[in-house]
């Protein structure tokens, strides 16, 4: 009787299967892991709507499980403010307030730069957005809040995180009086200096509206070694990383 078999059966693929599938989801808790929120500071040189100025960027934790996500440029008598106080949520962050405002302070830009501040509250006992300040009607609110809902300055630290986790960097935006889809696509990789070293950073892009924003980002760097912001087509603010502690 033969007993050999004519096609001798296949190794079993599954455990195989399962590890690389384990590995890919390890890697991205690690991955979230290495880059566990820490306070920092960061220290740019900026160029605000064409006037040269000094930038900062820094997050700190404002008490228990909320923080503050802060850039400022300020220079030639103009000051640009732009933040978030956000709390964490078990693997969420989301927003409780934010601010952006630009103000001619004296000289030349209090006769160019428009005076504007424009204030967000995220009420997330009732789930709505809400602005204030230079706003018109149409922008005010209120916005149904969904769960995973992000500012866009928020979105900006979140992209940090999520180049360094290997993560697609699609957000849910709720700004400016209404909430969208957004998605930053990696638009290459880049040679960058910073204090006097080079580093390769990955460059991505999103585009929101009126806006554009450009961010280079390092592996190991908790801020973006360079940011680029315009408006309605026109540079707003460019930061150059110079330092961080």
Same mark, same amino acid.
């Given at each position: ?12 693929t599954?455990? #195989?299967?399962f ?5 890919l ?7 979230s ?11 740019? *040189?900026a160029r ?5 100025? !000094?930038?900062?960027? =820094?997050? %700190?934790?404002?008490g ?12 030639m ?9 956000? $709390?964490?949520?078990? !693997?969420?962050?989301?927003?409780? #307030? #934010?601010?952006? *405002?630009?103000?001619?302070? #004296? ?9 504007? =501040? ?18 018109? @009607? ?7 809040l969904?769960?995973?809902?992000? @500012?866009?300055m928020?979105?900006?630290?979140? /992209?940090?995180r999520?180049?360094?986790a290997g993560q697609?960097l %699609?957000?849910?935006? /709720?700004? !400016? ?11 290459? =990789?880049? =040679?960058?200096?910073?204090?006097? %070293? $080079?580093? %390769?950073a ?16 390092v ?5 973006p ?6 408006r309605?087509?026109? @540079?707003?603010? !460019? ?7």
């Amino acid at each position: 009787m033969n007993t050999s078999l004519a096609h001798p059966p296949r190794p079993s693929t599954r455990p #195989s299967r399962f590890l690389a599938t384990a590995a890919l989801l390890l890697g991205g808790v690690f991955a979230s892991a290495a880059w566990a929120l820490e306070p920092f500071s960061a220290d740019y *040189s900026a160029r605000f709507m064409g006037m040269e100025a !000094d930038g900062k960027m =820094t997050l %700190e934790n404002v008490g228990g499980n909320r923080w503050e996500y802060r850039m400022e440029a300020a220079g030639m008598g103009a000051r640009m403010i732009q933040s978030t106080t956000f $709390e964490v949520e078990g !693997d969420r962050w989301r927003p409780l #307030s #934010s601010e952006d *405002s630009q103000i001619g302070e #004296s000289g030349l830009a209090a006769m160019l730069v428009r005076n504007k =501040t424009i204030r967000a509250t995220y009420d997330w006992d009732n789930n709505v957005a809400r602005w204030s300040g230079d706003v018109d @009607d149409d922008e005010a609110g209120p916005v149904r809040l969904r769960p995973g809902d992000m @500012d866009g300055m928020l979105i900006n630290l979140a /992209v940090i995180r999520d180049v360094a986790a290997g993560q697609p960097l %699609e957000y849910r935006l /709720v700004e !400016d009086g209404r909430a969208r889809p957004q998605r930053f696509e990696v638009d290459g =990789t880049e =040679t960058i200096t910073v204090n006097g %070293e $080079e580093h %390769e950073a990955t460059r991505v892009v999103r585009t929101s509206g009126r806006r554009e924003i450009t961010a280079w980002i390092v592996d190991g760097m908790p801020a973006p070694a360079r940011i680029l912001q315009k408006r309605n087509g026109r @540079d707003h603010i !460019d930061l150059r990383l110079r330092s961080f502690n």
